[in-house]
């Protein structure tokens, strides 16, 4: 299914001086020089369960691009006794929406297995973001980088285990022949890294991107990122997910070639880009062009070293794996008691779903035998993206009376 645009909501809030001014400390519990949490990559997201102040656990996505811990529900500051130290305004990235919020200081954020924050965290007011919605799952919140200020991270997105390292512990085996090694640039806690793209001319066109485990999407690029970087020849007008201020559009299409370095590259890769209004304050975006997430970084044993700015990559299992892309053209939110009510936000240009004549707002009762009941986020996808040709039966509810819809899968992206 096509992966909601997360990142580029929560690493594009704008936040005062005043909200910067953040207390973290992070401990080993014990003498270990490095402890390994589980977590589950779900949807394109690495969820982990956190304890809060030693009440119940949160499920937080691990977000590199992010710098700062923050919860999205504001019933959590009852629920886990936080203390409000001050209100903020956040402003989107169009710097038109504000969010309220507030900044709860010192508080104990604790993994399993022995690791524990000394945390400030920042919680929105209203839930302008409705991660559960985008991505079938119940998530309360993201773990930003500035939580690991001064260690090392490594995801193995295969065990799905992350292990942290104390500082003067950082893995030696990084340096090993397998790993490819890259200078990081931190800003705000935030790690990038270069990139190299080549057009259907061949043109190499070299990109800031940051490197963001917050997001779902492989490869999101900014609309005005360099004059000479065109759009693909078959791109489609497309809601790439929600922001502040309703849908975040911009384009889908298909790149060919993606390099990160002589060794590592992709072709025929897909990849986002939004749309960045001209007039906006570029301070906001400095001179990063764009993001990779979660679908290109699972396809590595990813090490971040925070104190030297290094990172290091060694491909896995996935390397060589499809791009995954839905062959229907629905984008569709979770809703409803156990967000088991699949509603169509978005209708793709080109795509089966479009011919069919499916509408936003849809309420997606069946898909082939299986009733909503019966399916999730994740089923959801795999059906709408099995294979080119096969034929799905769909029933939906519109204005009250059920529609029955055939489509056949395709990929919509091809010229």
């Known amino acids: 299914m096509m992966r909601p645009l997360i990142i580029a909501i929560l690493s594009l809030f704008y936040f005062s001086a005043t909200a910067q001014e953040s207390n973290y400390q992070f401990n080993f519990i014990g003498k270990e020089d490095q402890i390994t949490v589980p977590f589950e990559y779900k949807q ?167 490197m963001d485990t917050g997001s779902a999407l492989g490869l999101l690029l900014f609309s005005h990122a360099d004059s000479t970087l065109n759009l693909p020849p078959a791109h489609i007008r497309a ?8 849908d975040i559009m911009g384009y889908i299409g298909r790149l060919p070639k993606v390099e990160l370095s002589e060794v590592f590259f992709f072709n025929n890769m897909v990849a986002y880009f939004q749309d960045i209004e001209e007039d906006l304050d570029p301070d906001i975006y400095a001179e990063r062009l764009g993001l990779i997430g979660n679908p290109l970084l699972s396809r590595f044993d990813v090490i971040i070293d925070y104190l030297n700015c290094v990172a290091y990559l060694k491909t896995n299992e996935r390397f060589d794996d499809d791009w995954p892309h839905d062959l229907s053209g629905l984008q569709i939110f979770a809703s409803g008691r156990n967000l088991r009510e699949f509603v169509v936000n978005a209708v793709f240009e080109r795509s089966p779903a479009k011919e069919a004549g499916f509408q936003k707002g849809d309420i997606i009762e069946r898909i082939g035998i299986w009733g909503a009941n019966q399916l999730s986020m994740s089923s959801l996808g795999d059906k709408l993206s099995k294979r080119v040709g096969k034929k799905v039966r769909i029933v939906v509810t519109r204005d009250g009376k059920k529609l029955v819809k055939k489509i056949k899968l395709k990929d919509y992206l091809s010229p």
């Open 44 to 210: 394109g997201f690495i969820i982990l369960e956190v304890t809060l102040n030693g009440k119940d656990q949160l499920n937080l996505i691990l977000d590199t691009g992010a710098e700062n811990i923050i919860l999205f529900k504001y019933s959590a500051i009852d629920k886990y006794d936080l203390t409000v130290s001050k209100d903020i305004k956040l402003v989107g990235s169009d710097l038109e929406q504000v969010v309220e919020a507030s900044i709860c200081r010192s508080n104990k954020v604790k993994l399993e297995k022995g690791v524990a924050f000394s945390n400030d965290l920042i919680v929105l007011k209203e839930d302008i973001l409705a991660l559960d919605q985008l991505t079938g799952l119940p998530i309360d919140g993201i773990l930003g980088g500035r939580a690991f200020w001064g260690q090392t991270i490594e995801i193995d997105y295969i065990k799905e285990e992350l292990t942290i390292y104390k500082s003067k512990s950082a893995p030696q085996f990084a340096h090993d022949l397998n790993y490819q090694s890259y200078p990081v640039t931190l800003e705000n806690h935030k790690p990038y890294i270069y990139l190299t793209y080549r057009d259907h001319n061949e043109k190499a066109i070299d990109l800031k991107v940051l």
């Open 239 to 246: 809601a790439l997910g929600k922001g502040i201020g309703g």
